[in-house]
């Protein structure tokens, strides 16, 4: 237990006196303690533009390589379009086209019926007459 209170006393005890040392001291007294220090954070500055350099190169021709893209599929969606454009007026003037061959059709198919059903007519006319001329002369084989 002595030994205990006598650690405690020598902790409340008054603090040693802090050297005023500055950070430049520390850095200019000591060359060895600034080459160390210097030497890697020079290596990761060096590091640190190559890295940059050749990144910023190749996001650079991401970049480039991205644009071209867009612009390509830009024309490519224009001409899409106006090839769809073309193809639309083409449906469009060969559907009129279809409208005026199945009009012209139906009034050939309109025109033909009347002929045929004139033609029965004139048959069964026809046939009349035939029976009435073999009625009168009578048969003549």
Do not use: C
Request: proline residues 4%; neutral net charge.
């Amino acid at each position: 237990m002595i030994l205990i209170g006598a650690a405690q006393a020598q902790v409340a005890g008054p603090l040693p006196d802090v050297p005023d040392v500055s950070f430049w001291q520390v850095l200019l007294d000591n060359p060895s303690f600034l080459v160390m220090d210097l030497v890697p954070v020079v290596i990761l500055v060096a590091v640190l533009l190559v890295v940059r350099r050749r990144y910023a190169r190749f996001f650079g021709i991401q970049r480039e390589a991205l644009d071209h893209r867009k612009a390509a599929d830009a024309q490519a969606l224009a001409q899409s379009q106006s090839t769809e454009q073309v193809i639309a007026r083409q449906y469009g003037a060969v559907n009129a086209h279809n409208q005026q061959v199945a009009a012209r059709a139906e009034e050939a198919l309109r025109i033909s019926n009347e002929t045929l059903a004139q033609i029965n007519a004139m048959n069964q006319t026809l046939a009349r007459i035939a029976d009435r001329l073999d009625r009168v002369t009578g048969p003549t084989a």
